[in-house]
């Protein structure tokens, strides 16, 4: 009977267990995917970011290198029609085109035809006589001389030395046709064609001619307004910081204000833009488009995150500093300012560069005080109209030339670039100043 | 003399007095027997005395800085022919901005022969205030330091006062946070109640049909635009809900992963990394979403039989919002799990829990306040973006619910109607307004509840 028993028992027992290992490979089944789940979130995440980044840095990358020409340039003071290079009448009414044309139409004797002579001289840039025009006048003594000039070829012919011309597609759908192709080809292979850093997109303001369009107009723009924008928040920032932190006595008003700061956070930038048009454009009539005016705009959405962050920075100073120098007759205001704000004052740099970082690549705002306008020439105060980095890559990128991805894609690149080196500035801060107490 | 320049002096004059306060002290401070007997240190007096003579006057100027304009112009017109003070406020804007443009030298010839007069009138009190401003700031910054270099004696309390002075900067400065709140609210409200005096609020809530567009003169049919702001609303969710659809999954099973699982090594690569993605200015997003993401889901949908999908898909943009906002899930969701004390997970395990086990029945449970503030936020965040759907989303109200076709946003109408030239007496540019308050509104309760939430239902481990 006992042996009977105990076979039921092991039986039983062998049953549990042979249930219990199901379930148990089934949990770490579970355990697997769930695992699975939280790698691949990771890689998507990843995935994205090396998409993005690989997007934009293939397409921007050609906008850094132009396609250059080599003419032989004769400055023929007959066909220019002018004598006298120190009358300035006569230079203004010169025809400078003039030039170019003779140029490419002595190099390519063969082409005739209206229509084939203007495929011809669409191949240099509009800019190109303009570098004529600077290079005579700078040299006067070049008149009725020849040289061989390298000249700015123009965007379709850039895409095409770039790959970006398809040859197999039908020759209607194309805005290059087989012809141009041909005489590219034929100053390829003499040599005549070449490709260089593209100095004319850091020196040149906005243009709508895409060979020509340059992002020094919305580099200095963005210059002026992260200007106005760091000098306004980061003394109103740490101020506040500081108050909060230091001085501010625990009651209703003070968790007001800390309340408010917190929500000021979230608000939606965009709302900050309103606030810009109402108060700052309709209300103090500032100038449309300005610096000045964005500056502003984006120092009131950049305060919370500094004063935030310059809290934090305050709060980590221990209170055993404040108390030594209470305890040695410094007053409040002396232990703030001569002690604990210099200890917190790598803390409150990082928060402001990101800060700051933020101010730089936000556009919203800046749409609605009117910084969107087409603007070629570089701002020289923070009063002219001007537009800024962000906002050149929201115009150019609705703008239908292909040349202009490139364009779009370059200036992204460099906005990413400067991104990078304030993140990378605030880190190092952060690293060299940290202190563990 | 310019502003520029008058503020230049003025700093000049504020650092002769505060060198001129410092002397005095010391000198002072001799004849009590040295700078030991003085109530504060010789530098407080002088900066003291700089803060008598820069407030007054700084003050000065920035008034008439602000006031200037607008005293003078109404000076001008008040000047003017009755017939043209009989005019409407908007009419008088015209008014003064023909004169200016005269007086410019923009425009040769005038409307009305008495805005001649107008303009010598303008140029003689633009003189006149230029003069005024210059003689009353610079005499009361001169007499505001010698006031206060009058007041330097040895006991007076110059560091007790110039420490007050300060601490009411620090106050003012804490200050602006309320002012930018009551700024916002003031300068959408105002329009807003405009906007609704015109169009009732119950159209505005309510309507489902949004055409702003108003037509040039009211014989041509269809004249008064439609402000329903429902396709609006809707649009708005459709594409945050695409966006939290792929934010939060993806960014809680990150948070996960690397709190749980991952080395610290690889949590020090991963988390910087994902982190950059949030710092990608919003524009980058928006031209990916519109020129790369929104034609291969055309491309990818059409192969798959779909009706032809919108170039302007909401599909496009929320994603890209989506991926946008999982580094802010992430982040979030990473604090509240690093919270939850190891003290739980150790029980759980020695109850013979697996991991993920742990993580889904006692470390979600313990977190999920945080989380769900999280995720609120986040949805703020996806309500108010603006970029990334100006330039991928449509402009075409759509009531639908279908994310392949175009739709557009309260962000995207705001930033369309207010781009440009505004008249601000047109409904079309106050609905803007009105949408923002509704925009801020919505922001605003989200992070309130996201607040209260957290507050509300902490647990508080020890």
């Known amino acids: ?437 | 003399m310019a502003s520029s320049s008058l503020f230049l002096i003025l700093i000049l004059i504020v650092l002769v007095v505060y060198l001129f306060g410092r002397k005095r002290s010391e000198i002072l401070a001799q004849a009590v027997g040295g700078v030991r007997n003085l109530h504060s240190l010789p530098n407080y007096y002088g900066l003291m005395a700089a803060v008598w003579a820069g407030v007054p006057g700084l003050l000065l100027l920035c008034a008439w800085l602000a006031f200037e304009n607008t005293v003078i112009q109404n000076m001008v017109i008040a000047g003017m022919p009755d017939h043209i003070n009989s005019l409407s406020q908007s009419e008088l804007g015209l008014v003064w901005m023909e004169i200016s443009n005269l007086q410019l030298g923009a425009m040769s010839s005038a409307s009305d022969p008495s805005y001649f007069a107008a303009i010598d009138r303008l140029e003689l009190l633009r003189s006149q205030s230029q003069i005024g401003k210059t003689v009353l700031v610079l005499s009361l910054t001169v007499l505001g330091g010698l006031v206060g270099w009058r007041l330097i004696r040895p006991e007076q309390k110059a560091r007790n006062q110039f420490e007050g002075v300060l601490r009411l900067l620090l106050l003012m400065s804490s200050m602006i946070a309320i002012l930018t709140t009551v700024g916002i609210l003031f300068s959408v409200m105002f329009e807003s109640i405009r906007f609704f005096q015109t169009v009732p609020i119950t159209d505005f809530v309510f309507g489902t049909k949004w055409s702003p567009q108003m037509a040039l003169n009211a014989e041509v049919a269809g004249s008064s635009g439609a402000f329903g702001a429902v396709p609006l609303f809707a649009g708005t969710l459709l594409i945050a809900s695409i966006a939290l659809i792929v934010a939060v999954p993806i960014g809680l099973m990150t948070a996960v992963y690397l709190v749980e699982y991952a080395s610290p090594k690889m949590r020090s690569i991963v988390k910087p990394l994902l982190e950059v993605l949030a710092g990608i200015p919003t524009v980058v997003y928006g031209f990916f979403a519109a020129l790369t993401m929104a034609p291969q889901l055309k491309t990818f949908f059409e192969n798959l039989g779909a009706d032809p999908v919108s170039s302007e898909s909401a599909l496009a943009a929320g994603l890209v919002m989506g991926i946008m906002i999982i580094p802010f899930v992430s982040s979030l969701a990473d604090d509240v799990i690093n919270a939850v004390p190891n003290s739980m997970r150790d029980g759980s395990y020695g109850l013979g829990a697996t991991r993920s086990e742990t993580i889904k029945l006692v470390v979600f449970p313990a977190a999920l306040p945080g989380i769900v503030s999280g995720v609120l936020l986040a949805a703020s965040r996806a309500i108010g973006e603006t970029m990334i759907v100006v330039m991928a989303a449509g402009l075409a109200a759509n009531l639908t619910g279908n994310p392949l076709e175009a739709v557009t946003t309260v962000t995207v109408q705001i930033a369309t109607l207010l781009v440009g030239d505004q008249e601000f007496d047109s409904p079309k540019t106050l609905s803007a307004f009105a949408l923002g308050l509704m925009l801020f509104i919505t922001t605003l309760m989200l992070n309130i509840v996201a607040l209260a939430v957290v507050k509300r239902f902490r647990e508080q481990y020890d």
Do not use: C
Request: glycine fraction near 8%; aromatic fraction near 8%; proline fraction near 5%.
């Open chain 1, 1 to 437: 009977m006992t042996d009977q028993t105990l076979n039921a028992i092991e039986r039983l027992a062998l049953v549990k267990q042979e249930r219990m290992a199901a379930q148990l490979s089934k949990r770490y089944g579970k355990e697997k995917r769930f695992r699975f789940f939280g790698m691949a979130s990771i890689v998507i995440g990843l995935t994205f970011l090396a998409v993005l980044l690989g997007t934009i840095f293939t397409a921007g990358f050609s906008t850094f290198f132009s396609s250059e020409i080599k003419l032989t340039i004769h400055y023929d003071a007959a066909l220019l029609g002018l004598s006298d290079l120190n009358d300035e009448d006569q230079v203004r009414l010169a025809d400078w085109s003039q030039l170019v044309k003779k140029a490419l139409k002595t190099r390519f004797p063969e082409v005739s035809g209206r229509k084939q002579s203007r495929q011809l001289n669409g191949l240099a840039s509009s800019i190109a006589i303009y570098t004529l025009k600077d290079r005579l006048l700078a040299n006067p003594a070049l008149l009725g001389t020849t040289e061989d000039v390298w000249l700015m070829a123009d965007d379709e012919v850039d895409a095409y030395m770039k790959g970006q011309v398809d040859p197999s597609v039908p020759e209607i759908e194309r805005r290059f046709n087989d012809f141009q192709i041909g005489l590219v080809d034929q100053l390829v292979a003499s040599g005549e064609m070449k490709q260089s850093f593209n100095t004319t997109f850091f020196t040149n303001g906005d243009s709508r001619e895409p060979e020509q369009a340059g992002i020094r107009g919305a580099m200095i723009g963005s210059f002026f307004t992260l200007l106005v924008t760091l000098s306004l928040s980061f003394p109103i920032g740490i101020s506040a910081a500081i108050y909060l932190e230091e001085f501010a006595p625990k009651n209703r008003y003070t968790e007001i204000i800390e309340v408010n700061i917190n929500n000021l956070a979230a608000v939606p930038s965009i709302v900050f833009g309103l606030l810009g048009l109402a108060v700052f454009i309709n209300l103090f009539h500032l100038p449309r488009s300005a610096p000045l005016v964005g500056g502003l705009v984006l120092t009131l959405m950049t305060l919370p995150t500094i004063i935030i962050s310059s809290r934090s920075s305050i709060k980590a100073v221990p209170p055993s500093i404040r108390e030594a120098a209470l305890g040695l007759g410094a007053s409040k205001m002396q232990t703030v300012l001569h002690h604990v704000l210099p200890l917190a004052m790598p803390g409150m740099l990082t928060g402001t560069i990101i800060g700051m970082a933020q101010a730089l690549g936000e556009t919203a705002p800046l749409l609605m005080i009117g910084m969107i306008a087409f603007i070629a020439d570089v701002p020289g105060t923070p009063l002219d109209p001007s537009t800024v980095l962000p906002v050149q890559v929201y115009l150019w990128s609705d703008l239908p030339e292909r040349a202009f991805v490139a364009k779009t894609s370059g200036a992204i690149m460099v906005l990413l670039g400067f991104l990078a080196i304030m993140n990378l500035i605030a880190v190092f801060l952060r690293k060299k100043f940290e202190q563990r107490w």
